[in-house]
């Protein structure tokens, strides 16, 4: 059996804004510092060189721990697509593809976001503990997202995001 399982995550999320400033908060550090997996109060790093090869970084502290997200931009076609490497490098070694497509409607804009993400396997893991694993990966991974996304509308569409308390 392979030591690794990749599933696929998928999310649409609307704007009442154009491509353009969805885009935008996706590669410039001070708007990504405000949502793309850290809020601002926590915020340690943001940074970002969008060319393709170029790469990108955000450091969140929380709890006394800093969590670390990185990766290089694989394709970029301003405003209507992203494709970019993932890796939070103090859980794991495997690297997730991000995609994200960015097309204009009459109320602002749709975006469809892809992540691959990749499952390790323990070595005694059974079909079942993989599926469950595989599972647990797509479904926390999805309400991490949609919760970015709920601060990235905020943010693009109001200019600030309200945090909860």
């Given amino acids: ?6 599933i696929t995550l998928t999310i649409g999320k609307s704007f009442n804004v154009g491509p353009e400033k969805v885009f935008e908060a996706w590669v410039t550090p001070d708007l990504m510092k405000k949502w793309l997996f850290t809020t601002e109060p926590t915020n340690q790093v943001a940074k970002s060189d969008p060319h393709v090869g170029g790469q990108w970084e955000i450091v969140d502290h929380r709890e006394g721990k800093d969590y670390r997200a990185i990766g290089k931009y694989l ?4 405003p209507n697509r992203l494709v970019k490497t993932f890796k939070m490098p103090q859980f794991s070694d495997s690297e997730d593809t991000i995609t994200v497509e960015i097309e204009s409607t009459e109320e602002g804009a749709e975006m ?3 992540q691959k993400i990749i499952v390790p396997h323990e070595k005694e893991w059974s079909k079942e503990d993989i599926e469950k694993a595989c599972q647990e990966y797509h479904d926390q991974s999805k309400i991490g997202w949609n919760m970015m996304f709920d601060g990235l509308k905020q943010l693009v569409e109001t200019g600030t995001i309200h945090y909860p308390s």
């Fill in 75 to 78: 394709e970029l076609q301003s």
């Fill in 112 to 114: 469809a976001f892809e």
């Fill in 1 to 6: 059996m392979p030591n690794q399982s990749t």
